[in-house]
């Protein structure tokens, strides 16, 4: 699959922006009610109900980000996305209450059920339609999930062990959201180009 995916234009300049925008992603659902138990001092029964809120919010995010696509293209949605992802990353650091980390969540679970299937939606729609092995090429994408868990988690966890705050490892994620948007943004104007030079062919003939 990832020599296919070399002579893959637009599946080439995607995966990457996945790879670094899910660093910051799975991390965040994974850590978030051991950030709300440190630094905030959160009650366990708290932190099941930021769990059960994350989780309720983020089906009517996967609905509302389907909506947008249909409007704006995936790959607009999801730069859109990301740019929230990073002011969550940013808000998180400035979190003092559990009043604000239930804010937080929302967003959370606003941009996590959309960013999750808006992600594998446009992996989809990239991938080639005559491409017989598809179970292979989700399997990649799969993979390239798992590996960006390992990495943002052990980033996550080397800031805070260096540090003493998940604060600081939060604004580290914010580096990943930041390089998965330029990659994102550099997708768009590929897509652009392309489309500007398919049209100046077809209006040569």
Known sequence: VWRQV???????????????????????????????????????????????????????????????????????????????????????????????????????????????????????KLIPQDISDSASFFSFYDVTEKIAIVGGMFSFGLVDDITNSMRNSALVLCIYFVIGLILLLSLLSYQKSQSQVQSSFQLQN
């Open 6 to 124: 070399k002579n893959m234009p637009v599946l080439k300049r995607y995966l990457p922006a996945f790879f670094f925008y899910s660093m910051g992603v799975q991390t965040i659902m994974l850590v978030a009610t051991s950030f709300g138990a440190k630094e905030l001092k959160m009650e366990t029964s708290s932190l099941i109900s930021i769990i059960l809120i994350i989780q309720l919010v983020a089906i009517g995010g996967a609905t509302l980000m389907s909506r947008l696509s249909d409007q704006f293209g995936n790959i607009k949605v999801l730069a859109g996305v990301v740019m929230i992802w990073i002011m969550v990353c940013i808000a998180a650091y400035f979190t003092t209450n559990s009043t604000e980390f239930y804010l937080l969540a929302i967003v959370v679970g606003l941009v996590m059920g959309g960013i999750q299937s808006l992600s594998r939606s446009t992996y989809s």
